[in-house]
C-alpha cells in the first residue's frame, strides 16, 4: 500500500499484542472512497502470513434490516464449534440464525458468540474484520460491540471500519483514515496509470484530491468523462467511472451485476438462475469472470462482491427503470425461503399504490414482531407504508415502525421515519404516540418549555379518546423533562393539572410510580 505506513504500522501492532494474549477492537472511519477496505484487506492478509484465522463480514444496505445477518457471514468459518457449545448457548445462537421461531434476548446471543470465538482462539488467534459498520443490521453490531468489549485476555482482534465515527470510545480504538497527501497521491496514480497526458495527470490529481478509490478508478474511464470532470462531486464521478466501465462488457455480463446490485448478498447459483431468466438465455459463470477480469467484482470464496459500494449504486442507478423493476421481480419469484427479502422485492417491483401487498408486509411484520424479530418487521413496515393511499393509514404505519425501531435503539432509523410522517394526517393518540418515540430518541433542541407543553397537550388528548395508557406514559415523560430541563412553574402546574383531570386513583401504579408529584424549587408538581 502506498502512503499508509503508520496505520498499517499501528494495526501491525495490535496483531502483535493479539497473538501474545492480549486482544483489542479498533475502529477504521473516513469517508467514502478513503481507502478503509484497502485498508482492512492489507491487514487480513498480514495476520494470515502471522498464523492468524480470518473471519470477514461486512454491511450491505439491502441486509441492514435483517436481524444478526452480517454476524452469520462473520461466523460461518466457525460454525462447526456451535455444536460443542453448551445447550443455553446453542440454543440462544440457533434462535439468532433462524433455526428457532423466537428471537433470543440480546445479551444471551452476545455471550454464546463470545464463547464460540474464545473456544476457536484457543486453537488459533482470530482476526474479525467488520467492513462498512453504518450499514450492518444492529442486532450484529449490538453484539459485536458486547464481545469488543470482553477481547483484553483472548487472542482475538477486531477491525471495523465504518463511513462515520460512532462514540463508542470507551469500547473501540479509533484510527481515523485521512486522504493521501500529494506525494502519496501522485505516487498511486502513477502506479496504475503511468502514460497519462500530463494536463489530464494534473486534472486528475486536483479532482480525487487524495482519495484512493478516485486515483485507481477514475483513469480507467477518463476517455469518457474528461468533459463533465470539472463539474461533478467526486463521488458522482466515480459513479459515473463505473458504470462507464460496464459498458465494454457483454450483456450477459451487464444483466449479472444489476443482479448482483439488486441483491448482493444472494449466492452465486440465484444470480446465474435470475440473470438466466431476465436474459432469456444460460449466463454462466463465463459472466463472473468477466466481471473480475473487469475488475467490477471480487470473489470471496464462490460469492462475487462489488469492490466498492458505490459501484453497486453506480450499476444499479445506470440501468433502466424497466430493467430494475425486472429484476426485483424476477427476485421475488424465486426467493420463498427468505420471504422478507421476497416481500422487499415484491414492493420494489411495485408501481404505485398496492392495498393487498401492503396488508401482506403488515402481516409480516406482526408475525415478526410475535416472534420477537422486531428488526425484520421495521422494514416490512416501512415498505407497506409506500403502498398505501390512505394518508391516515400511511402516517399510522410509520408511527408503528417508528415505535419498532425505538425498541431497537436504531435512532438514526427513528429519525428516517419521522421525518416521513405526515403531521397532519396524525390523529390524537398517533400524535402521542410519535411524541413518546420521539422522546426516546433523545431532548431536542430548542425550546424545553414548549415541548414539554406540547407533551402534556398531547397526552391530554391520548387520554380524551381513551388512549389512557399511551397518555400516562407520555404524561411521565412530560413530568421527567420538567425535573431534568428545568420546567419553569407554568408547565409543571400543567402537567399536574392534567393529572388531577384524571381524576387517578392515588394507590395506582401508573400514578404514584409514572405520574408521581414531588415538591420542586418551584413549588408542587411533577417531577
Known amino acids: 500500500m502506498i502512503g499508509r505506513d503508520r496505520e498499517l504500522a499501528t494495526l501491525r501492532g495490535l496483531l502483535a499484542e493479539t497473538g501474545a494474549g492480549h486482544g483489542s477492537a479498533v475502529l477504521v472511519h473516513g469517508a467514502a472512497g478513503v481507502g478503509k477496505s484497502a485498508l482492512l484487506r492489507r491487514a487480513g492478509t498480514d495476520a494470515a502470513e502471522s498464523g492468524f484465522k480470518v ?73 474479525l474484520l467488520v467492513d462498512d459498520v453504518q450499514w450492518i443490521d444492529s442486532c450484529s453490531r449490538d453484539v459485536l460491540k458486547f464481545v469488543a468489549r470482553r477481547t483484553r485476555d483472548l487472542t482475538i482482534q477486531i477491525i471495523a471500519a465504518a463511513r462515520i465515527q460512532y462514540s463508542e470510545s470507551h469500547v473501540l480504538l479509533d484510527l481515523p483514515l485521512e486522504p493521501l497527501g500529494p506525494p502519496a497521491a501522485a505516487e498511486l496514480l502513477d502506479a496504475g496509470a503511468p502514460d497519462l497526458p500530463a494536463p489530464l495527470r494534473a486534472l486528475i490529481l486536483e479532482r480525487a484530491a487524495g482519495y484512493p478509490l478516485a486515483l485507481v478508478e477514475l483513469p480507467k474511464a477518463v476517455q469518457g468523462m474528461t468533459a463533465q470532470m470539472d463539474d461533478l462531486p467526486l463521488t458522482q464521478r466515480l459513479e459515473d467511472a463505473f458504470s462507464a466501465r460496464t459498458d465494454a462488457v457483454s450483456r450477459e455480463c451487464r444483466t449479472l451485476l444489476l443482479v448482483l446490485a439488486v441483491e448482493p448478498a444472494a449466492p452465486l447459483n440465484l444470480l446465474l438462475d435470475v440473470s438466466s431468466r431476465l436474459l432469456g438465455s444460460a449466463v454462466s459463470v463465463d459472466a463472473v469472470q468477466e466481471a473480475v477480469d473487469a475488475d467490477l467484482v471480487t470473489l470471496v470464496g464462490y460469492t462475487p462482491e462489488f469492490r466498492h459500494p458505490l459501484m453497486r449504486t453506480a450499476i444499479y442507478t445506470h440501468a433502466t427503470l424497466a430493467d430494475r423493476l425486472a429484476a426485483h421481480r424476477a427476485l421475488a419469484a424465486v426467493m420463498d425461503d427468505t ?19 401492503a396488508a401482506r408486509l403488515e402481516q409480516f411484520a406482526d408475525a415478526s414482531q410475535a416472534r420477537g424479530k422486531v428488526a425484520a418487521a421495521v422494514p416490512a413496515l416501512r415498505q407497506a407504508a409506500d403502498l398505501v393511499l390512505d394518508a391516515r393509514r400511511r402516517t399510522g404505519i410509520l408511527v408503528r415502525a417508528a415505535e419498532l425501531s425505538s425498541e431497537i435503539n436504531d435512532r438514526a432509523g427513528v429519525q428516517a421515519l419521522l421525518d416521513r410522517t405526515d403531521m397532519s394526517a396524525l390523529g390524537r393518540v398517533e400524535r402521542a404516540r410519535l ?27 391520548a387520554f380524551d379518546v381513551g388512549a389512557a395508557d399511551v397518555a400516562e406514559n407520555l404524561l411521565w415523560r412530560a413530568a421527567a423533562r420538567c425535573f431534568f430541563q428545568d420546567g419553569d412553574a407554568q408547565v409543571r402546574a400543567r402537567a399536574a393539572a392534567e393529572l388531577d383531570r384524571w381524576n387517578p386513583d392515588p394507590d395506582a401504579p401508573p400514578t404514584s410510580w409514572r405520574c408521581g408529584r414531588t415538591p420542586s424549587r418551584t413549588g408542587t408538581g411533577p417531577t
Not at 350 to 356: F, L
Request: glycine letters at 6%; aromatic letters at 4%.
Open 435 to 461: 411524541m413518546v418515540v420521539s422522546d426516546n430518541c433523545a431532548f431536542e433542541s430548542g425550546d424545553p418549555q414548549r415541548r414539554i407543553q406540547d407533551m402534556v397537550s398531547a397526552a391530554a388528548g
Open 55 to 127: 473471519l470477514r463480514t461486512s454491511g450491505v444496505e439491502p441486509e441492514q434490516w435483517l436481524p444478526f445477518a452480517a454476524l452469520q457471514l462473520l461466523l460461518q468459518p466457525v460454525a462447526h464449534g456451535i455444536d460443542d457449545l453448551p445447550a443455553h448457548h446453542r440454543s440462544a445462537l440457533n434462535g439468532a440464525f433462524g433455526v428457532r421461531d423466537t428471537e433470543p434476548e440480546m445479551y444471551r446471543v452476545g455471550l454464546a458468540v463470545l464463547e464460540l470465538l474464545a473456544d476457536a482462539a484457543s486453537h488459533q488467534p482470530l482476526l
Open 339 to 357: 420471504p422478507e427479502r421476497q416481500l422487499a422485492h415484491e414492493a420494489a417491483a411495485t408501481i404505485g399504490p398496492d392495498e393487498e401487498l
